[in-house]
């Protein structure tokens, strides 16, 4: 078993050396001018503060900090002088539930989460639905289950927004 464990070590080991084809990425030069780098989560909270303006509403976003959706909350933070509200609660039910809050108050209300952030939210979400206020509920997806492609890949994030169920 020892022979095999090694054979099987030097095997991924080596095996680049039996690839007869590389890729190299050629540099790109820039034209001079003026870029932005903005990322999905960034670009989701500007919209935010921007549909809240144009409502005339209040920003409030209840959320607790969860990878990969936490830099919304981040961001959120940084702009208190544009009337906006965010709270980081004890956990994803409180987080849904003061943005509820805040919908009711008359706050165009937000939470944000990702996967298993949706499973403990879905409760709340439907205190939302019944009681007919309005709420942004921002479903961040991973690549794959647990933290995501360290384990393995799969849409279970999708499915559970998609029919609130767990796993493939």
């Given at each position: 078993n020892i022979k095999v464990i090694h054979a099987g070590y030097d095997y991924g080991h080596n095996t680049h050396a039996s690839v007869d084809h590389t890729y190299?990425?050629?540099t790109k030069s820039k034209v001079p001018g003026k870029y932005m780098d903005i990322s999905g989560n960034k670009a989701t909270a500007y919209g935010l503060i921007a549909a809240a303006e144009k409502a005339g509403l209040r920003l409030?976003?209840?959320?607790?900090?969860?990878?990969?959706?936490?830099?919304?909350?981040?961001?959120?933070?940084?702009?208190?002088?544009?009337?906006?509200?965010?709270?980081q609660c004890e956990d994803e039910i409180s987080g849904c539930a003061t943005a509820i809050g805040a919908s009711f108050a008359g706050a165009l209300a937000a939470t944000s989460t990702s996967g298993p952030g949706v499973c403990l939210k879905s409760e709340a979400m439907n205190l939302a639905v019944i009681t007919?206020?309005?709420?942004?509920?921002?479903?961040?997806q991973r690549g794959g289950p647990s933290t995501g492609l360290p384990t393995k890949s799969e849409q279970t994030d999708l499915l559970q927004?998609?029919?609130g169920r767990n796993g493939e």
């Open positions: 190299k990425v050629e409030f976003l209840g959320s607790y900090p969860i990878t990969p959706a936490t830099d919304i909350l981040h961001e959120l933070s940084k702009h208190k002088s544009l009337g906006v509200t965010t709270v007919e206020l309005p709420l942004v509920v921002i479903n961040v927004a998609l029919f």
